[in-house]
């Protein structure tokens, strides 16, 4: 994608293109923000106008049909680099490879890139390697982290980089982009928005269908609690819960709480105007009414629960049932 096709974050977009018609870029950057806003896009973007083969005069858009342009969006050009965390950290080993490689002279481009993702998983001792580095890149080299965590960054590295701030796109903005993008119809737009929280790079990691049919699936399971008077129909509940893998479980667990926050919200403002699931408000308000604010309470807490014991390795069915048949009491 070229810069005048990516949306949001414009004040981003005018540095990077200031940076891009100065033309010196031996520097380093860091992107912060959440995961999947699109800040490695925008490093892409960055790299592509740098080599690209088509270049306008203004020289600061990609054209995004050359060879160059595409391989960099592939992830297959020879100069724009990817360094990621190796387990748990980005090690020594791996600083010192890129420390060579950042002096390297560019092999098919015109501008070398380094995109280090995960920052902030540099270990104390590679980072410390890569001060020098990071201050003084040569003309031809850009460096840049990737960071959700900016504050966990040594400030060693903090004080050689510029920081460029990058932060979700706001929903009106993003329902638009994706009803146009992928020609979907307003209603699903608005909620693909909502889900996300105006991350873009999510957007194409939901299947709104899917979705849909896992959270009518919960939405019975909530009747069915909120009578309460179905110990058999709930037991069965609990036992195909129960038997699904840990991902899946938890994904339930995720879901089901988030349909009792926005129950929550409606219970507690008497208003949907904050809820995500907007797309089914009448079914969700109809629950606010019928289980009120106190049992939504217990009923968070009994669901967060079972989150947090995923983490020691709880019997899943056992733990689902003595949940459901707990809170239809
Ligand atoms: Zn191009």
Same mark, same amino acid.
């Given at each position: 994608m070229s810069f005048s096709g990516l949306i949001g974050n414009e004040h981003n977009k005018q540095i990077l293109q200031r940076f891009l018609r100065r033309k010196n870029l031996g520097m380093t950057l860091i992107f912060a923000g959440?995961?999947? =806003?699109?800040k490695r896009q925008f490093a892409l973007t960055l790299a592509k106008v740098a080599n690209? !083969?088509?270049?306008?005069? %203004?020289?600061?858009?990609?054209?995004? =049909?050359c060879p160059t342009c595409q391989r960099i969006q592939a992830g297959t050009y020879s100069d724009v680099v990817t360094i990621q965390p190796d387990g748990t950290y980005i090690k020594i080993a791996q600083t010192r490879e890129l420390i060579n490689d950042v !002096?390297?002279?560019p092999r098919e481009g015109r501008q070398r890139f380094f995109l280090i993702d995960e920052a902030d998983r540099l270990r104390e001792e590679a980072a410390n390697s890569l001060l020098k580095t990071l201050e003084e890149p040569p003309a031809t080299s850009t460096i840049i982290l990737l960071t959700a965590r900016p504050d966990s960054l040594l400030s060693t590295i903090r004080s050689r980089a510029q920081k460029l701030n990058f932060a979700p796109l706001p929903t009106p903005e993003m329902e638009k982009y994706l009803a146009s993008r992928f020609q979907l119809a307003t209603p699903d737009a608005r909620l693909l928005a909502l889900l996300t929280g105006g991350?873009?790079?999510?957007? %194409? %990691? =939901?299947d709104l269908t899917e979705y849909r049919r896992e959270r009518r699936e919960l939405l019975e399971l909530m009747d069915l609690l909120a009578t309460g008077n179905n110990k058999h129909r709930l037991l069965k509940a609990a036992e195909h819960y129960g038997k699904q893998e840990r991902d899946a479980y938890e994904r339930m667990i995720l879901l089901f709480l988030n349909l009792l926050r926005d129950i929550f919200l409606i219970a507690a403002?008497?208003? =949907?105007?904050?809820?995500?699931?907007i797309d089914v408000a009448d079914r969700l308000s109809l629950l606010a009414e019928k289980i009120g604010i106190a049992q939504l309470t217990k009923w968070i807490k009994k669901f967060d629960e079972l989150r947090f014991n995923l983490r020691i390795n709880i019997n899943r069915q056992i733990a689902t049932e003595s949940a459901f048949i707990g809170l239809a009491n």
């Amino acid at each position: 994608m070229s810069f005048s096709g990516l949306i949001g974050n414009e004040h981003n977009k005018q540095i990077l293109q200031r940076f891009l018609r100065r033309k010196n870029l031996g520097m380093t950057l860091i992107f912060a923000g959440p995961e999947g =806003i699109g800040k490695r896009q925008f490093a892409l973007t960055l790299a592509k106008v740098a080599n690209c !083969q088509n270049l306008p005069e %203004t020289n600061d858009d990609s054209c995004d =049909i050359c060879p160059t342009c595409q391989r960099i969006q592939a992830g297959t050009y020879s100069d724009v680099v990817t360094i990621q965390p190796d387990g748990t950290y980005i090690k020594i080993a791996q600083t010192r490879e890129l420390i060579n490689d950042v !002096q390297v002279r560019p092999r098919e481009g015109r501008q070398r890139f380094f995109l280090i993702d995960e920052a902030d998983r540099l270990r104390e001792e590679a980072a410390n390697s890569l001060l020098k580095t990071l201050e003084e890149p040569p003309a031809t080299s850009t460096i840049i982290l990737l960071t959700a965590r900016p504050d966990s960054l040594l400030s060693t590295i903090r004080s050689r980089a510029q920081k460029l701030n990058f932060a979700p796109l706001p929903t009106p903005e993003m329902e638009k982009y994706l009803a146009s993008r992928f020609q979907l119809a307003t209603p699903d737009a608005r909620l693909l928005a909502l889900l996300t929280g105006g991350r873009i790079g999510q957007a %194409t %990691t =939901i299947d709104l269908t899917e979705y849909r049919r896992e959270r009518r699936e919960l939405l019975e399971l909530m009747d069915l609690l909120a009578t309460g008077n179905n110990k058999h129909r709930l037991l069965k509940a609990a036992e195909h819960y129960g038997k699904q893998e840990r991902d899946a479980y938890e994904r339930m667990i995720l879901l089901f709480l988030n349909l009792l926050r926005d129950i929550f919200l409606i219970a507690a403002s008497g208003s =949907i105007e904050n809820i995500v699931n907007i797309d089914v408000a009448d079914r969700l308000s109809l629950l606010a009414e019928k289980i009120g604010i106190a049992q939504l309470t217990k009923w968070i807490k009994k669901f967060d629960e079972l989150r947090f014991n995923l983490r020691i390795n709880i019997n899943r069915q056992i733990a689902t049932e003595s949940a459901f048949i707990g809170l239809a009491n």
